[in-house]
């Protein structure tokens, strides 16, 4: 089945300790982003990767780090986490950059203290 | 910028009523546009896609028509059920060659019995 996995799908966690979101997908896709959602404002971007050892800066990326190692996974890290962080987190791909559907994962809830 | 407006929410209608959600966009250049559903506890799916002007997306018994002239893209259905009770993203593809989707803030669609 094609499908974008994430991994962990909840997360609680304290101010300033380092933290991995995985994220994989199976359908060989090249492109790869990193989504966070707040109430009322949607997504936002915050990394995306338009294949391996290529990434770059969303509207976002500020506390973030992001890898891309694989064609197939695309972590996203938080070196020191802050509660200002405390949000949903989507990975995405697509077969390239522009492509007309990008396929979304189920999202990691993450709440910092 | 590129932005994304979306009528503000909750909605909540009887089953079998009509459906609008409105959506208008701000744009350079010639953006596609997404309705994307995220079920609870779900990622996001892509409903309906349009990719240039008067086109018209259409699935499940939604239907949106790209209007460039009202820069527009309005979800509609003629007939809800308890199953299309979902949060409902309006996007367009950022035209900055990032791959970025732009979303809207999202619109609560409750349907009741």
């Known amino acids: 089945e094609a499908q974008v996995t994430q991994n962990p799908r909840y997360l609680i966690t304290v101010t300033g300790k380092k933290l991995t979101v995985t994220c994989s997908q199976n359908?060989?896709?090249?492109?790869m982003s990193w989504y966070r959602q707040d109430p009322g404002l949607g997504l936002r971007q915050i990394y995306y990767s338009m294949n391996v050892e290529v990434t770059d800066k969303g509207d976002v990326p500020e506390g973030y780090k992001v890898s891309r190692k694989e064609k197939r996974n695309f972590p996203l890290i938080l070196e020191s986490p802050s509660p200002n962080q405390t949000s949903l987190y989507f990975c995405?791909?697509?077969?390239?950059?522009?492509?007309?559907?990008?396929?979304f994962g189920p999202g990691t809830r993450l709440t910092v203290t | 910028g590129n932005s994304v407006t979306q009528m503000e929410g909750p909605v909540t209608l009887s089953e079998e009523a009509f459906l609008t959600i409105n959506c208008t966009y701000t744009?350079?250049?010639?953006?596609?546009l997404f309705w994307y559903v995220q079920y609870p506890g779900e990622g996001l799916q892509l409903l309906l896609k349009a990719t240039k002007a008067d086109d018209k997306g259409s699935n499940k018994g939604f239907e949106a028509t790209y209007r460039k002239e009202t820069t527009s893209f309005h979800l509609e259905k003629g007939s809800v059920q308890v199953s299309d009770s979902a949060v409902y993203f309006c996007?367009?593809?950022?035209?900055?060659?990032?791959?970025?989707?732009?979303f809207g803030q999202g619109t609560t669609l409750q349907v009741k019995p």
């Open positions: 359908m060989n896709h090249e492109y």
């Open positions: 744009a350079t250049g010639y953006p596609s």
């Open positions: 996007a367009l593809s950022d035209t900055s060659n990032t791959g970025k989707l732009i």
């Open positions: 995405a791909s697509s077969v390239e950059e522009g492509a007309m559907e990008q396929y």
